[in-house]
């Protein structure tokens, strides 16, 4: 007789008729909550849309059963570490293990970060531009709704998909003190501001992390001011010549919210714990 785990929703217990076992007695067998995990992460990022610089979705498999989630910005052994130290099953970042372009080759590095997630049997998944993107729990979308925006649209694509948003502050827009101000608040960390624009913003583009080269994406649209995480030598200039506000939020720091709303999204969805892990880091 089938008996459904005494923790999760029906999202965690769905039937699976077909699969026969022993040979004999169709059996009823329950998909497994990290496989259902997975696929609602799917529908919601679609992260087939994006050609992304490192694989989306599950990068190293662990238990099938997932009731702790640990969720964090970077893939490093502290966090495998502190994850461990929680019992989590599953660790979700937004900058996973692997990148195109790295060597295939493991590192001691790589090793030990494999090993962690080996001895403590824990699965690791990975979002990128998928979880800048999205309109709703991306990095983008949620700093602009971070800082009072009114409306976002989609902004900054790379390869055909937009990554970043364009968004407005609502009426004559604010005073470019306060926003300086709402990014600090936001971030937990002064900006590296050039302030170039004109006194009330209205439009920004924001594209998190390392978003410089959007910057001349954020001109072309007219927008009253340009905001990214990590600043590149260039912009300076750029941002003064265009006059146009150019703010770098720190790329750690401007890419806490998609996974961490992610984690409380599907800590709700499937009744599993959740515990974002901060790991700051200045750049
Ligand atoms: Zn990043």
Not at 10 to 21: E, F, L, T
Not at 26 to 37: C, G, R, S, Y
Not at 151 to 170: L, T
Request: one cysteine or more.
């Amino acid at each position: 007789m089938a008996s459904y785990p005494s923790r999760g929703t029906d999202a965690c217990a769905v039937r699976h008729p077909s699969r026969k076992v022993h040979g004999s007695l169709w059996t009823v067998a329950f998909i497994p909550v990290l496989d259902n995990i997975l696929l609602y992460l799917d529908e919601l990022l679609s992260p087939a849309a994006f050609q992304d610089y490192g694989p989306n979705g599950l990068q190293v498999p662990g238990p099938d059963r997932i009731a702790n989630l640990v969720t964090g910005v970077s893939a490093s052994a502290e966090l495998f570490e502190r994850a461990a130290e929680l019992g989590a099953d599953l660790v979700i970042v937004h900058h996973g293990l692997f990148w195109s372009g790295a060597s295939l080759a493991l590192s001691p590095s790589a090793k030990r970060r494999l090993q962690l997630l080996f001895d403590h049997d824990m699965a690791l998944a990975a979002y990128h531009l998928p979880l800048d993107g999205h309109p709703v729990v991306g990095n983008n979308a949620l700093l602009a709704a971070g800082l009072g925006c009114a409306s976002h649209e989609p902004f900054a694509r790379h390869r055909g998909a937009a990554i970043g948003v364009a968004a407005r502050f609502a009426g004559d827009g604010i005073a470019v003190p306060e926003l300086v101000e709402r990014v600090e608040r936001l971030t937990g960390r002064a900006p590296l501001a050039f302030l170039a624009g004109p006194e009330r913003v209205r439009s920004i583009g924001i594209v998190s992390g390392a978003g410089s080269d959007y910057l001349a994406d954020s001109v072309a649209a007219g927008h009253d001011a340009f905001l990214t995480g990590e600043p590149a030598e260039r912009v300076m200039t750029h941002a003064q010549e265009e006059a146009i506000h150019f703010i770098a939020a720190g790329h750690y720091a401007t890419e806490t919210f998609g996974v961490r709303r992610l984690g409380e999204l599907l800590a709700e969805r499937f009744g599993i714990r959740h515990e974002f892990m901060e790991i700051p880091n200045p750049i």
